[in-house]
Structure formats: C-alpha cells, structure tokens
C-alpha cells in the first residue's frame, strides 16, 4: 500500500524523540507496519537530506530557473534537458547558500529529458553519488528535492517523500509531488543516491515523472560531449522505421513503418536488435541516439536475433517521414 504524503508530513512535525530507539533497517520494509516504522523513514530521510542538499542546485537561463544536482567533485551537474535547451549557453548555477557561479550546458536528449551541465568556475564542489544501473524498483522509498518556483534562501530545499509507482527504461513515476521549478532536480533513494532526474510536473499528485539514472548510465559519453539532440533535428537524420521494447533479450521489435529501410531489408516483429555499428543495444533512446548521427542512405552494420539465430546485415538508412 502507498501512504499518502500528508500522512507522512504530519509525522514530521513529531518530535524525533524515537530516534535513538528504533531499528533504522525498518525503513527497508516496502509497506509500513507500526508509528515506528514510520518514525525510522522520518528518521532515516533526516539523516540524508543534511548531506543530499549540499549538491542541490537552480539552474538559472535566460528562458527561466530550474533544478540541478552536482554529481561530481569538478563540477559536473544533472538536470533537465528542457532546463538547459542548447547545448553551450552560459548560465548561472545558484548553490544552497545562494552563491551564484557560472556554468556551461552540455548536451543531452528530449527523448529522455536528460541534460548535463559543466560549472566553469574551478574549485572542489559538493556532489551527490549516483545510483548504479538497476538499482530501484516500484515500491520503493525516495525522496525529491528542488527549487519549486526558483531560488529561495529564507524558504529553502522544498522536499517531497515519496514512493516509486513504476518504473520504464525511459521514466520513472513516483508520488514525490512535483511542482514549477523542480525540474531537472534530483530524486533520491533511500541509501542517499540519486535516482532520477525530475522531469514532468503534473497537478495530480501521483503523476510525477522522472528521468531514470540509467538513461545517463547508458547515454554518458553522448551527453556529456554532443549536442542535445532535439525533436527537430531528427527530422533530417537516418531512420530505421523501428518500434521497440526493451525485454531481457534485448530490444524487440515490436511495429516497423511501411516502405522504411527496416521494412525494406526484411526485418520483422518479434526480432531481437542486438547492436549497431558494433555498438550493443541497451535502449531504446540509445538505438535512437545512434540513428540519429547517420545520415540518409548511410550505411549501418546491424546484429538482430531471429528464432534464436543471429543475423548480421548492412543496411541504408531511409529519411525520416514528414508529419
């Protein structure tokens, strides 16, 4: 079961007097059984946060103010692609005593909504750690934290707990309440690493959507080195007429476009598409990702899997269609 939020806030107005007491591994349990376990969560995101804020950041562009969070020593910050929107624009990142300090964006994807930014300014920043590949699953503890409408030192981190709801290779939900200005911000787990990314703010309260940090994991040397890759830039880039998803034997075709390149070299629903180019296939953005720094008519080395036979083949890249 999911407890609701204000149930949970009502209990941080207790006074922690259990907190020495209680077991803090009960928070590991996915379903709440007594005041005391809920006191331990209470107790157990309060020993995060302290350190989880350090890395938390607003993003300030031109276009308006987001969310960040410092992943790395030097500087290396995660937020939103719709955040940052191009790649190499000056910006401002506010850290959590408000001091402003310059930054550059990165790259990123408005597949995913991933973006990064570089501060530019040297120094030895506080950062968060990362979660690895896989590490959270519906039901799960988290907690969101940001800057909901922008910087706010006599207001501070607004923090959400909340728990994941499920869970896609591209989105995670949760009912962490998102609001204007949180995104790109971090959502955390409950071992104090960041999980995802925030992304899509809804006015319901359990449509909160959030980058997961495996679209990172997976896309690193691409959005941290190329341009955001953009809806519009497809437009003119190769395309391979695939849907898939992603199973355990990889990504399964599951529709292809009439009179496309995939239509044309044969492939079929139910095939496995293993690698491109020698590059193996871990989603669906990735496939995506690689497609789109083809041209039209360029050549592509592609493995796929058919009734466990696997079948390597060369195929020309068709031009996307128009809408």
Not at 203 to 220: A, G, L, M, S, T
Request: aromatic share 6%; hydrophobic share 35%; charged share 25%.
């Amino acid at each position: 079961m999911i407890f609701k939020f204000g149930i949970i806030f009502g209990l941080f107005l207790v006074h922690n007097v259990f907190a020495d007491i209680v077991d803090t591994k009960q928070w590991k349990s996915k379903t709440p059984k007594s005041k005391d376990d809920l006191l331990n969560i209470q107790h157990r995101l309060q020993e995060l946060l302290s350190e989880s804020k350090k890395a938390l950041v607003s993003i300030e562009t031109s276009d308006g103010v987001g969310s960040g969070v410092i992943i790395s020593e030097d500087g290396l910050v995660l937020t939103a692609a719709h955040v940052i929107g191009k790649t190499g624009q000056k910006i401002n990142i506010r850290l959590i005593n408000g001091k402003r300090i310059p930054a550059i964006s990165l790259g990123g994807s408005e597949i995913s909504d991933a973006g990064m930014v570089q501060i530019t300014k040297k120094g030895k920043w506080p950062y968060s750690s990362i979660a690895s590949m896989n590490k959270s699953s519906p039901g799960d503890w988290c907690f969101a934290i940001g800057h909901p409408g922008g910087f706010d030192k006599d207001r501070g981190v607004v923090v959400r707990l909340g728990r994941i709801i499920s869970k896609t290779e591209d989105t995670i939900q949760s009912d962490s309440r998102l609001l204007g200005g949180d995104s790109g911000g971090p959502l955390f787990d409950f071992d104090g690493n960041v999980i995802a990314i925030h992304s899509r703010v809804s006015k319901e309260p359990d449509q909160n959507f959030h980058v997961p940090i495996e679209c990172y994991h997976i896309n690193w040397d691409f959005y941290k080195e190329k341009e955001i890759l953009t809806f519009e830039k497809l437009q003119t880039k190769g395309f391979l007429g695939v849907a898939c998803e992603k199973t355990k034997l990889g990504l399964q075709i599951t529709n292809i476009v009439k009179g496309s390149a995939a239509d044309n070299i044969g492939l079929k629903k139910n095939d496995i598409l293993i690698s491109l180019d020698g590059e193996i296939l871990d989603s669906r953005e990735e496939l995506t990702i690689l497609i789109s720094s083809k041209q039209p008519d360029e050549l592509v080395s592609l493995e796929y899997n058919r009734n466990d036979s696997q079948i390597s083949i060369k195929v020309p890249l068709g031009a996307r269609p128009e809408k």
